[in-house]
């Protein structure tokens, strides 16, 4: 029983793997076709510029090989470990010939272009073929005579052996694929992953700019939410207990003239305290929902939609987690966002919508409802802005009379 | 007495006004910004105004900011400045113009009805009132002061005492002792800070203020 569960995952795994592989390859392609075009470019300029008229367009065409070597960068950067890209290419031309990261990609782009092309056309050839090959002994016989033949135009398959033969050809190409796809894949990517990422040295000092320039981030975002906690216990609880304190006193100085007064003031100073613990549970919530340290940001988020009383669809593509205090942000606006919808917009569906990208988190809450929305009408709006400004946010409200209104929110996620 | 209030917290505005109307006081209009502030100030000419630091739109230190302008048009007005904290730059901002008919105290200090109506008397009729908590932090800070270091500790309590905004029986009262030796205190206190008697100046303030001065962080 085993062995058989262990063949099935084995195929199972070789398959991904091989798939993996194919798309790999045919996304190289891309690139490798696009550094052939510049390649072209390339020489011609450079010839041009020999005869001494060109020279003008020289650094443009090294930006050109700098996007196309970040095109490439990117694609393996989704592939494997992140490849950083240098900073940008001088303007002079001297400079920008003596730059190492542009040398290099000029490396990559001689050996990329003809390998990458290679080997993509390959990649997208092969698993064709196996289709076409493999299912031969199904058609042979519905095409003209001049087409029965393999893939490679031979052997010719006029009869049933030969048709066998050529579908055996196509099972033959799909082993190659299980069996080098991967392997192309990773040639395919060798010379992006060897020329394109920085030099080790340079690798480090960029990599320490951007941890730094990520941690200040980090640290402005903790700031400003410090911030935020520290006013809303002074300017809230604070404010709650002295009131307390101030009545507790009032009444005291009451009880002996007037008890009847004194018993108001009471219950007055009651009700102030009762505030100032719902408020201390409002702070405490918001530094940080107990639902988003449990549950994480999509299912917070998913509590919120199906507790909303109007249909509400979450669409959540975040990889990764951001910055607790962000998370908290966007938790708090879509809770503010989606009270709204249900008070005052009459809507009948709502969606929201949440992405990452890169170093942004970027939310949309879109209801279907009468529209109007307006910031000063005492609606949470104000409230909304106030949270996402603290975090250096942007918040873009489209409410026109008569709907639909969407919030579009966008975050910088401090990591 | 003739009060406005300037709070922006709705519900202690009320609370405040509600306690000083219990004690027989006439609160004349409540403020929730700093214009508003001004407005009442300008219209009502009050003897006191009883302003809470942190006021919209920054909630920051726009109380003082009015409270310093309320001056600046009303020479004659006293203030209280209710704080949520201890901050020493606002209080030396507010001491910039003299001592005299100001008040700083923490907001908590309200509700201990006695002290606070003493306080908000003692600045309405031309006097001082530091919070406690300021001057404690204020000396902490005054420890390097050469010339207040030549003081005696019970000497640094008098002077605490007199920079709080206290008469020289209260004084006395706070500190078990009679008059009379805080009289001796004071001469020596005088003395050490280099305060000659002189007309033109009230060597009492005079100490304070050099008190209070020395205790800037440098």
């Not at chain 1, 510029?49 to 700098?66: D, F, I, S, T």
């Not at chain 2, 007495?1 to 306690?19: F, K, P, Q, S």
């Not at chain 2, 001056?71 to 001592?99: I, M, Q, W």
């Not at chain 2, 908590?108 to 008397?121: I, K, P, Q, S």
Request: charged share 25%; glycine share 8%; with cysteine.
């Amino acid at each position: 029983m085993r062995s058989r569960f262990d063949v099935r995952a084995e195929v199972q795994r070789r398959a991904r793997l091989a798939l993996d592989g194919v798309e790999r390859l045919v996304g190289g392609l891309g690139t490798a076709m696009l550094a052939l075009v510049v390649l072209v470019l390339l020489v011609v300029t450079a010839m041009a510029a020999a005869l001494g008229v060109g020279l003008l367009v020289l650094p443009a065409v090294l930006r050109a090989v700098r996007a196309v070597a970040d095109r490439e960068r990117a694609r393996l950067s989704r592939w494997g470990p992140e490849i950083i890209a240098p900073g940008p290419v001088p303007d002079r031309l001297r400079a920008a010939l003596a730059d190492r990261a542009v040398r290099r990609e000029l490396g990559w782009l001689v050996g990329y272009a003809p390998l990458g092309l290679a080997l993509g056309v390959l990649g997208l050839g092969l698993p064709i073929n196996a289709v076409r090959d493999g299912t031969f002994v199904l058609w042979w016989r519905l095409v003209p005579a001049e087409f029965a033949t393999s893939s490679l135009g031979w052997p010719p398959a006029h009869s049933w052996p030969g048709a066998v033969a050529v579908s055996l050809l196509g099972v033959l190409w799909a082993v190659v694929v299980v069996g080098l796809g991967p392997g192309m894949a990773r040639l395919q990517a060798g010379p992006g992953r060897w020329l394109l990422a920085p030099d080790p040295d340079a690798d480090l000092s960029l990599r320490i700019t951007r941890l730094t320039t990520t941690r200040a981030a980090a640290l402005d975002a903790h700031a400003t939410e410090l911030r935020r906690i520290e006013r809303s216990l002074h300017d809230g609880a604070q404010n709650r207990l002295v009131t307390v304190a101030v009545l507790v006193g009032a009444a005291r100085r009451a009880v002996e003239r007037d008890p009847a007064n004194a018993a108001a003031l009471l219950g007055r100073a009651q009700d102030a305290a009762e505030q100032a613990l719902a408020e201390l549970r409002t702070v405490a919530r918001s530094i940080l929902p107990p639902v988003l340290a449990d549950r994480g940001l999509a299912g917070a988020l998913s509590g919120l939609a199906v507790n909303c009383t109007v249909p509400c669809r979450i669409e959540l593509d975040v990889p990764g987690r951001c910055a607790a205090s962000v998370e908290a942000t966007a938790y708090f606006v879509v809770a503010e966002a989606l009270t709204n919808i249900v008070k005052h917009s009459g809507a009948e569906h709502a969606s929201v919508t949440v992405r990452r990208r890169v170093d942004r988190l970027l939310l949309s809450i879109a209801d279907d409802g009468h529209g109007g929305a307006d910031e000063h009408g005492g609606s949470g709006l104000a409230g909304i802005r106030r949270r996402t400004e603290a975090h250096d946010g942007i918040l873009t409200v489209t409410s026109p009379p008569g709907g639909p209104t969407t919030l579009e929110v966008d975050l910088p996620c401090g990591s | 007495m003739r009060i406005v209030i300037a709070e922006d917290d709705a519900l202690l505005r009320e609370g405040l006004a509600l306690l000083l109307r219990a004690e027989s006081l006439d609160v004349v209009g409540t403020a929730g910004t700093p214009d508003e502030l001004l407005a009442a100030i300008d219209a009502h000419r009050p003897d006191v105004a009883i302003v809470d630091v942190r006021m919209p739109p920054t909630h920051t230190d726009e109380g003082i900011v009015a409270a310093v302008e309320a001056r600046r048009r009303h020479p004659d007005l006293a203030v209280l400045v209710l704080s949520a904290y201890v901050e020493k730059t606002f209080a030396t901002d507010l001491l910039a113009g003299g001592a005299a008919r100001l008040g700083y105290l923490l907001k908590e200090r309200v509700g201990r009805v006695e002290t606070f109506l003493d306080a908000l008397h003692r600045v309405a009729s031309g006097g001082t009132a530091i919070d406690p908590e300021v001057v404690a932090q204020l000396f902490a800070l005054s420890r390097q002061d050469i010339s207040l270091a030549r003081l005696s500790p019970r000497e640094r309590d008098v002077l605490a005492l007199m920079a709080e905004g206290l008469g020289n029986a209260a004084i006395a009262e706070r500190l078990f002792v009679t008059e009379g030796a805080i009289h001796k205190h004071i001469r020596s206190i005088f003395a050490k800070l280099d305060l000659a008697p002189d007309e033109r100046t009230d060597r009492r303030v005079a100490a304070v203020l050099h008190y209070l001065e020395n205790s800037h962080p440098a």
